[in-house]
């Protein structure tokens, strides 16, 4: 895709000059420069990762493990190998965040190592599918359990849960667009609330534990058969909880001192979640038995009523305000890939550019909001993510493959934070074998989501490709820009 420069020029007064008749203050008349500033520090860092992995997940439905894996014993095994996984996988990216010091996560790795056209296709379902339905889909949970204290014990209506979703959605896209200081405050507070939740849990397990109330424990890893084909899908659903340890690569350049802001960020938070995930689910076990938390619709929202009684209320409460947390961690970190694939030509102009007071990548934040909003209130939400969730782990795994290729294909690659080889090899054998299980379990919905994911190798000759496109509409796209330039009071970075 051809760049046509808009408002590029910088006057002495400090104003960005376009081909439009207006022109739009910006704020540094020193450097000349309206850019992205290093704002995440390492609790920043550490709120991005803790707080996008700490879903809803953990507090609803633990049983997909449970019930795949046979066995109490086997199951909190699983919990424990997918943290080390996970962790295995977050090193892998430190070492590429630390190398490669660009914004855009798997996009600018898999395009630094396999070229445009593996990261169009990339960005290209990220944008129309993956996101759009991720960000629907945990925004539900929002609405749902912020309201759930007012509805119990009675059930929810569909449309209150939707209208507030979509007032959830509004707002942490609302927040993103005006401030990146306190995108990332409110981040560290809701990843507080995250722990706070997870500590509610643990605490009052442990006290249990020490009690003496082991009889769930007793023979934890008797079963008659061990389900073979169920290990490798208890794996799949263990991998998809810890989900989220990426999202700290999406910013790199916005991260102060990122050769050791990154890894430190990355260890420290994998720990936190793992211990927290297992012991989470240790206390799950010291008030319910497999059955009785295999029988619950949110586990957590059971636990609290046996141990706390009126206090339950609090739950679904803090439930809630993790969903939030996550909405925002996601819609903060995600936005930047949509940036970086605009500035290397695979997205529209605008989606490079940024405000002109508030520094943040408006139009890259809110080009989400409408194609969430119309899943929210019309797709099948969580069919689309079952057709697409292999997309997510075919890609990571390319990701770190592409580790292993820059290693040998760019040795002279500065490398301030390496990783021993079997860790991107094992790490990438995993994700590989999640997405060719998931073939053979799952071929309908899989065979879905590959045919939604190859939609864009047409979509990239056509869009990039192809150089002679016609000058109406090259003619229409830059006018669009200029007038999305104006009402948006956006300018391109420098």
């Known amino acids: 895709m051809t760049r046509r420069p808009v408002a590029t020029s910088i006057s002495s007064e400090g104003y960005a000059k376009g081909d439009s008749n207006g022109t739009l203050p910006i704020v540094s008349t020193t450097t000349g420069k309206v850019e992205l500033k290093k704002k995440v520090t390492l609790l920043r860092g550490i709120s991005i990762i803790i707080g996008t992995i700490i879903g809803a997940g953990i507090f609803i439905s633990p ?20 943290g080390l996984l996970s962790l295995f996988g977050a090193l892998s990216y430190a070492e590429l965040g630390t190398c490669i010091k660009k914004s855009g996560g798997h996009y600018t790795y898999i395009l630094e190592a396999f070229g445009p056209q593996a990261a169009f296709v990339r960005v290209w379902v990220e944008l129309l599918a993956i996101r759009p339905a991720a960000t629907a889909v945990i925004s539900l949970a929002f609405g749902q359990h912020i309201l759930e204290p007012l509805f119990m014990p009675c059930g929810i209506p569909e449309l209150p849960i939707k209208i507030v979703t979509a007032i959830g959605i509004t707002s942490v896209m609302y927040l993103n667009s005006m401030s990146v200081s306190w995108t990332a405050r409110i981040q560290i507070f809701l990843t507080f609330c995250k722990l706070v939740a997870i500590g509610l849990i643990v605490i009052p397990g442990m006290i249990q534990l020490f009690k003496g109330e082991t009889q769930n424990f007793h023979n934890a890893f008797g079963v008659n058969e061990v389900p073979v084909m169920g290990l490798p899908l208890a794996f799949y659903s263990g991998m998809y909880a810890y989900a989220g340890w990426f999202y700290l690569n999406f910013v790199t350049e916005e991260v102060e001192n990122p050769e050791k802001t990154i890894p430190l960020a990355i260890c ?141 294909k760019r040795p002279e690659m500065p490398r301030p934070f390496k990783v021993p080889l079997f860790i991107p090899a094992l790490f990438s054998f995993t994700c590989l074998f999640m997405v060719a299980l998931s073939l053979y379990s799952d071929p309908i919905n899989t065979g879905i989501g590959f045919a939604i994911t190859v939609t864009g190798i047409p979509a990239y000759y056509l869009f990039i490709a192809w150089g002679k496109k016609p000058q109406i509409f090259q003619k229409f796209m830059n006018s669009m820009t200029r007038t999305l330039q104006i009402i948006l009071e956006v300018v391109p970075a420098e």
């Open 63 to 82: 049983k997909s493990i449970l019930q795949n894996s046979g066995s109490v014993g086997m199951s909190l095994v699983i919990w424990t190998a997918c």
């Open 268 to 408: 420290i938070s994998m720990g936190i979640v793992t211990v927290g995930y297992v012991l989470t689910n240790v206390a799950y076990y010291t008030v319910m038995s497999a059955e009785e938390l295999l029988a619950s619709e949110a586990v957590a929202v059971t636990f609290a009523e046996k141990l706390m009684g009126k206090f339950s209320v609090a739950v679904p409460i803090f439930v809630a305000l993790s969903c939030f947390g996550s909405m925002n961690g996601g819609v903060f970190a995600v936005s930047r890939v949509f940036y970086v694939a605009s500035r290397e030509g695979h997205l529209p102009e605008i989606l490079s550019m940024i405000h002109i007071r508030k520094h943040t990548p408006l139009p890259a934040v809110i080009v989400l909001y409408p194609v969430t909003i119309l899943m929210l209130f019309m797709g099948d939400i969580y069919s689309l993510l079952n057709f697409l969730s292999f997309v997510r782990w075919l890609f990571i795994g390319l990701v770190v493959v592409g580790l292993i290729y820059l290693r040998y």
